[in-house]
């Protein structure tokens, strides 16, 4: 297949587009390197040393013989967008290219503004392109568990049966989002949903729960390959921080109570979970839903998992519960339902001792670029104007709790 993969020098789609194009398949990134501006911006990194995109795909060529274009440019420059569609006429795309931090999203008005835009933007551009160039294309757009809340009924795979006075219809289950971040998810859910409807367009929206790890078979062959592996508040997500806290011997940061639940999986099970979408396209005018997760923990099961893997090594891994700076149930039922991709045959890496052990290994191996100064949360959900200074720049993570009254 020609598969685009947007977005594809980040953490998720830079593991795809290897695996796909290991697959045989014929694969082109788009990026506009906007993810490594906002780690400058924010003064963060990741803590294993990704090289360039020319370095890496360079250095995957001479390793596999195999060839991926590149094509640098906006999601939210239509004239780009169209231009690639019409040229590369894809017969699958790949959507991760949005701007995917939830605290990033609370930090102000202008990075909620931000977000929305890139993501609603860059969506809609590409929805008419497809519609304008290459109409049967299947669109795999990556959307969120986070898009459904925590209600207290078992969430379903994007619809749900429901009887109302004397009448029954399968509806689009109630979102309840969290943040300006998982809000856009939502809006572009409904925004592929229509067109999928109004101009018979084919897709399939992966509902993703949290993604952690950062080698894969391909990404593993050689350092000059190496993945993302996220830490900081912003972009670092719960069990990347909390395996890189361990190894830093500083106590893993649980927010409030942590029976904060969600749905996990393994960068190797996100890549596979996607390839199962496109060799299963959804049909002309279908809005297909996946919830694409493997086993669902709260953070406090998460981070005792860290713990006990952690002190196996000698560390010792204590757990602190902080102010949760997030407007989140704290305690709360949670049974999402994830059968879809296990039937079309996902075979799931679970989350065991020897899988914590290699983070762990891969934090301390690369412990000397990990920098404590990003393990506490600044960014507060309750009052925006605070998480700046007067020179723009978030506060420090005491400064804002504490004038916020957390
Ligand atoms: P990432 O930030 O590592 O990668 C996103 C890539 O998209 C970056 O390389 C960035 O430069 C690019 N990009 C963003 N806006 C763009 C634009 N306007 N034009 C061109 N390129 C643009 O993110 P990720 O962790 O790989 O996530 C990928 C997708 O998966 C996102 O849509 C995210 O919402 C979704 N997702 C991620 C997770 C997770 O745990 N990482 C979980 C669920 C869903
Ligand atoms: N948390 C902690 N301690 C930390 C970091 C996080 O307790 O140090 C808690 C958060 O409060 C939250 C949970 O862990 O309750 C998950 O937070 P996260 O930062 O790991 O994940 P989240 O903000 O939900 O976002 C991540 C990705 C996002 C994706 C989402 C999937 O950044 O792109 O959409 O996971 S989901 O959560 O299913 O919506």
Redesign the pocket.
């Known amino acids: 297949m020609r598969i685009a993969v947007l977005g594809g020098d980040g953490y998720c789609g830079w593991a795809t587009a290897l695996y796909l194009s290991q697959k045989g398949h014929q694969v082109a990134i788009v990026d506009n390197f906007i993810r490594r501006k906002w780690d400058f911006d924010l003064g963060v990194e990741t803590l294993t040393p990704i090289r360039s995109l020319r370095d890496r795909l360079q250095a995957w060529k001479d390793l596999t013989g195999n060839h991926i274009d590149v094509f640098v440019g906006d999601m939210t420059d239509y004239a780009f967008l169209s231009a690639h569609i019409r040229d590369f006429e894809p017969d699958t795309v790949i959507h991760f290219a949005e701007q995917?931090?939830?605290?990033y999203s609370m930090i102000d008005r202008e990075h909620a503004t931000f977000t929305q835009v890139n993501n609603l933007v860059g969506t809609l551009n590409l929805l008419f392109a497809l519609r304008e160039f290459k109409s049967d294309c299947h669109l795999v757009k990556?959307?969120?568990?986070?898009?459904y809340g925590t209600p207290n009924i078992d969430i379903e795979e994007g619809y749900i049966r429901i009887e109302h006075n004397g009448r029954a219809d399968t509806l689009p289950f109630p979102k309840q989002?969290?943040?300006f971040?998982?809000l856009s998810?939502v809006h572009d859910t409904h925004n592929i949903h229509f067109c999928c409807k109004a101009w018979g367009l084919r897709a399939t929206d992966l509902?993703?729960?949290?993604?952690y790890g950062t080698m894969t078979d391909d990404t593993a062959l050689d350092e000059a390959l190496i993945n993302r592996f996220d830490y900081d508040?912003i972009?670092?997500?719960?069990?990347?921080?909390?395996c890189i806290?361990a190894a830093a011997g500083h106590p893993?940061?649980?927010?409030?109570k942590?029976g904060?639940t969600?749905?996990f999986l393994d960068i190797r099970d996100t890549i596979r979970c996607v390839e199962i979408a496109c060799l299963n396209p959804a049909e002309p005018g279908e809005f297909r839903v996946f919830n694409q997760?493997t086993e669902q923990f709260s953070?406090l099961e998460?981070?005792q998992m860290v713990q006990a893997a952690a002190r196996k090594l000698g560390l010792k891994a204590e757990i602190n519960h902080?102010p949760?700076?997030?407007v989140?149930a704290e305690t709360h039922y949670y049974n999402a339902r994830h059968s879809k991709l296990i039937d079309l045959g996902l075979q799931p890496h679970l989350l065991s001792d020897s899988l914590l052990d290699s983070m762990i290994g891969i934090a301390l191996k690369y412990s000397e670029r990990i920098d404590q100064s990003v393990?506490l949360?600044n960014v507060n959900w309750r009052n925006a104007s605070n998480n700046r200074n007067g020179n723009g720049r978030l506060r420090t993570p005491a400064a804002a709790l504490i004038q916020s009254g957390v």
């Open positions: 995917r931090s939830a605290p990556l959307g969120t568990m986070g898009e989002p969290g943040s971040y998982h998810k509902n993703q729960g949290v993604v508040e972009f670092g997500t719960a069990l990347n921080r909390f806290e893993i940061t649980v927010y409030g942590g904060q969600r749905g997760f953070v998460l981070a902080l949760d700076p997030r989140e393990f949360p």
